[in-house]
Structure formats: structure tokens, C-alpha cells
Nanobody
Framework: QVQLVESGGGLVQPGGSVRLSCAAS????????MGWYRQAPGKQRELVAV???????NYADSVKGRFTISRENAKNTVYLQMNSLKPEDTAVYYC?????????WGQGTQVTVSS
């Protein structure tokens, strides 16, 4: 079992920045991914950004150039740096880690972009 704890959400003005953190209780080991998803009210959960165990990253088109995913292996932690935030980025952001057999989700952290 792996526990994921997200932090860093909150209220931010349009154009502002925020960094989310997700700390895993342990690494899945081997080939795995860690990533961020988001779910806005009335919408389906969608991928924001993922990073694989070899460092490959992938982003949703809507956040390319504005968001950066990174990780700190020694702390089993993944980060999402979000810049130039827009109101449409408002959502609950969830952290996920997965390999070919299992996946685990965090509890989510709210990000609200509003003036």
C-alpha cells in the first residue's frame, strides 16, 4: 500500500503561480509513473502532467509551457509548478502513482484561480 499526500493548493489570482507537492510513503520501484490529474466541477478527471521513472514527462496541451512537473527521488516526491494560472485551471488536483499492476491516488488539493 502506498499513501500519497498532496499539499500546496489554495486561492491564487489569474496570472499567478503555485507549486503543488505530492509525497509518497514509498516508491513503487521498477518502472512506474507519478503524475497530476485534475477535476473541475461537472467535468471528468483529466491528465495534467506525468513523469516516468526514467524522467520522461508528458503534459496536457492546455498546460504546456505553463506547468512543469518534476520529482525528487530521495523523498519520493513529485511537484507541479504552475505558472500563468488561468481561471479555467480551477479544479481539485490529484496525485497518482502507478505501475503495470497497481495505482494509488491522493486525496486531492483544491486550486482556485480567481480575482
Amino acid at each position: 500500500q502506498v499513501q500519497l499526500v498532496e499539499s500546496g493548493g489554495g486561492l491564487v489570482q489569474p496570472g499567478g503561480s503555485v507549486r503543488l507537492s505530492c509525497a509518497a510513503s514509498k516508491s513503487l520501484g521498477g518502472i512506474y509513473v507519478m503524475g497530476w490529474y485534475r477535476q473541475a466541477p461537472g467535468k471528468q478527471r483529466e491528465l495534467v502532467a506525468v513523469i516516468t521513472s526514467d524522467g520522461t514527462t508528458n503534459y496536457a496541451d492546455s498546460v504546456k509551457g505553463r506547468f512543469t512537473i518534476s520529482r525528487e527521488n530521495a523523498k519520493n516526491t513529485v511537484y507541479l509548478q504552475m505558472n500563468s494560472l488561468k481561471p479555467e485551471d480551477t479544479a481539485v488536483y490529484y496525485c497518482k502513482t502507478a505501475n503495470a499492476r497497481v495505482e494509488y491516488w491522493g486525496q486531492g488539493t483544491q486550486v482556485t484561480v480567481s480575482s
